[in-house]
């Protein structure tokens, strides 16, 4: 690939194409890590999610001991879902309301009614690889990618201060996005749109002059500088009045923008952090869910997170805006390519491993 500057973007058809989305969710989705969200959103025993992976049922349970365990999320039996997907529910058991199978949490079978099922077969729910990462729950449904720890790589350094493992969820919000999920990934990984799309953006935060990161890992990256006027990411630049206690005096002043591929964000602030987790939908189609992280002593204070809400939410609502019109002008026939600018870095580097 040319280097930035002189490379140009993908045709029409890696955006548009649902032959392309289906090879991908093969290649990026089905035979890698993907983030499944927050581990603590399943708190107690019995508690289970139906979730999606690129089309794929997971199904996510805490068991009686507090593991968390993976299975496909289809009954033995019929294949039934167990969980439907995008619910939870808290029961003693893994029930099928098909046909009343019961698995036990573990995902043993525990009692087909009315029926003996043959000698020795095997009808325990089907394990999805699974491993968690800074209080995030991950799956590989291919059961061979490499460890997570080296997918992560130096990101578990880079975010250690702002301790993600021990922050509380305190507000989601879940969009449904009507482009292709790459043109989510390529906006987020640049700032060139900044200046034109985010106003309230652009007078908190710089939106020239950032660095990426040098990442090991399967990880992109890169930080902007805070203006001198703004304490956060916040509409007015103010926020709760404190920052990270581990941040360096840099990383104090500045945004973090993380991606660990295929679909999840992690922006990084002085006070707190912001998540995306994208779940391809169609080929021009893409749900997302967004979640606001605080310090639990701020939790616990009960400061209302709103600076920090108010803020993504309206920037969200911009992005998507954004991507919506690339993907309407993508689709309407006619489109070459255009150069990647070289504050397109990132967005190159990742076109770069497709």
């Not at 993976?70 to 619910?87: D, I, K, P, Q, W």
């Not at 002043?253 to 006070?271: E, K, N, S």
């Not at 920090?308 to 309407?328: G, I, K, L, P, Y």
Request: proline fraction near 8%; hydrophobic fraction near 40%; aromatic fraction near 8%.
């Amino acid at each position: 690939m040319q280097p930035p500057g002189r490379a140009r973007g993908l045709p029409a058809e890696a955006y548009t194409s649902d032959r392309v989305l289906a090879w991908e969710r093969e290649r990026f989705w089905r035979r890698g890590w993907v983030c499944l969200g927050r581990a603590d959103r399943l708190a107690g025993p019995g508690e289970q999610a139906g979730l999606d992976v690129a089309g794929a049922g997971v199904l996510v349970v805490r068991d009686a001991s507090g593991q968390l365990r993976a299975f496909r999320n289809a009954c033995r039996h019929r294949g039934h879902e167990l969980v439907e997907r995008g619910c939870t529910v808290r029961r003693p058991t893994v029930w099928c309301a098909y046909h009343a199978w019961v698995y036990r949490l573990d995902g043993t079978l525990r009692h087909a009614p009315r029926f003996d099922p043959p000698p020795g077969a095997d009808l325990d729910l089907l394990p999805v690889r699974s491993a968690q990462w800074a209080g995030w729950l991950f799956a590989d449904l291919s059961g061979d990618a490499p460890p997570l720890a080296d997918v992560v790589g130096d990101l578990d350094a880079a975010l250690a201060p702002y301790r993600p493992g021990e922050l509380r969820v305190v507000a989601t919000e879940g969009y449904d996005v009507a482009a292709n999920w790459k043109l989510l990934v390529e906006n987020y990984l640049e700032c060139y749109h900044c200046p034109s799309t985010h106003p309230e953006l652009s007078r908190v935060q710089r939106t020239e002059g950032g660095e990426s990161f040098a990442a090991t890992g399967g990880w992109l990256g890169g930080q902007l500088d805070l203006r001198n006027s703004a304490a956060t990411m916040s509409l007015d630049g103010t926020g709760p009045g404190s920052v990270f206690p581990g941040l360096d005096p840099d990383a104090a002043r500045q945004v973090r923008y993380h991606l660990l591929p295929p679909g999840l964000f992690v922006t990084a602030t002085p006070d707190h952090l912001v998540t995306h987790r994208l779940v391809p939908v169609a080929a021009d189609r893409t749900r997302v869910e967004c979640e606001w992280l605080l310090p639990a002593e701020l939790v616990a204070a009960r400061i209302d997170p709103g600076w920090a809400v108010d803020f993504w939410h309206t920037t969200n609502r911009q992005d998507w805006a954004a991507c919506e019109s690339v993907q309407r002008g993508i689709s309407g026939g006619g489109y070459r390519p255009g150069p990647l600018a070289p504050q397109e870095d990132l967005l190159h580097a990742f076109l770069g491993r497709l």
